[in-house]
């Protein structure tokens, strides 16, 4: 427990299952000391983004507050107001996410945090991990972004409306962390996400879209697609395993500087 006064926390969230909602965010014991704000997509189905951005201009910030966009399926399984008590705010934080680095003539991408993962009945149960439990990520999952409201305040950061119901997080990282030098950073989290999701042909659409607003190269953990243009670029997979990547050993030297920045 943080020794610290907690502080203000707010999940927001756009929902369609409000039984699924209730059980695992709203009435979740872990964030009995939160706010909530939710819109009810039941009938119009509106864009994500959009939502979000709805929650963001009509926010009075005047009072600093922590924000938690999540998923109605994405449950915390630790009290997320300590654990983002006395964080530095300007940062952007996720359980979970991904990370394209470059040594040498070749780029290794890699996943970064920890989360429970299952079907809404919690069938299908399994662990996803990275290499990594936690620092410095590209983008994060969709499931759970956290940013506390000054970095909102003095940056102007919104979500992008024409990505309705893929990538918008992971555009949120990118434009953060391109056009105002912005790092995304993975915490350990206990968390579970109640969904697989799917890679459809709108995600690859869009992703397409995504990657011709930036000038750089990232990677998401949604399907360990890239983003931007990586023609002619040599890009593997890495694996924390003795027998691959002679690299290694140079990816873990150059993470280490920020493995060693602990927020929590």
């Known amino acids: 427990m943080n020794a610290c006064k907690k502080e203000k926390t707010i999940f927001i969230s756009v929902v369609r299952d409000f039984d699924l909602y209730d059980r695992i965010v709203r009435n979740n014991p872990w964030n009995r000391d939160a706010g909530f704000m939710y819109f009810d997509n039941r009938e119009e189905n509106i864009g994500i ?9 009509t926010y009075d910030y005047d009072t600093p507050a922590w924000f938690i966009f999540c998923h109605e399926d994405w449950e915390a399984k630790e009290d997320m107001s300590s654990k983002v008590t ?12 991904a990370r394209l680095l470059k040594a040498g003539k070749k780029y290794h991408r890699f996943n970064i945090g920890r989360c429970e993962q299952s079907e809404r009945d919690g069938s299908r149960h399994k662990i996803e991990q990275g290499i990594f439990r936690q620092g410095p990520a590209d983008t994060f999952d969709c ?13 102007g950061l919104r979500f992008d409306d024409r990505l309705t119901f893929d990538l918008y997080v992971e555009d949120f990282c990118i434009n953060a962390r391109e056009n105002f030098g912005i790092q995304s950073i993975v915490l350990k989290i206990k968390c579970q996400h109640y969904s697989y999701g799917n890679i459809t042909e709108r995600f690859m659409r869009l992703k ?35 027998f691959n990547h002679p690299e290694k050993y140079l990816i873990l030297l150059m993470s280490y500087r920020y493995l060693t920045h602990r927020p929590r």
């Open 143 to 155: 499931q759970c972004l956290i940013v506390h409201s000054s970095l909102i305040r003095k940056y």
């Open 49 to 57: 983004p959009e939502r979000y951005n709805s929650f963001l201009d």
């Open 208 to 242: 397409d879209y995504v990657g011709s607003k930036y000038s750089g190269i990232y990677t998401t953990i949604a399907g360990g697609c890239i983003i931007g243009n990586a023609e002619g670029k040599n890009i593997s997979e890495f694996r924390k395993s003795p």
């Open 86 to 97: 006395g964080l530095p705010r300007t940062y952007l934080y996720g359980p979970i996410g």
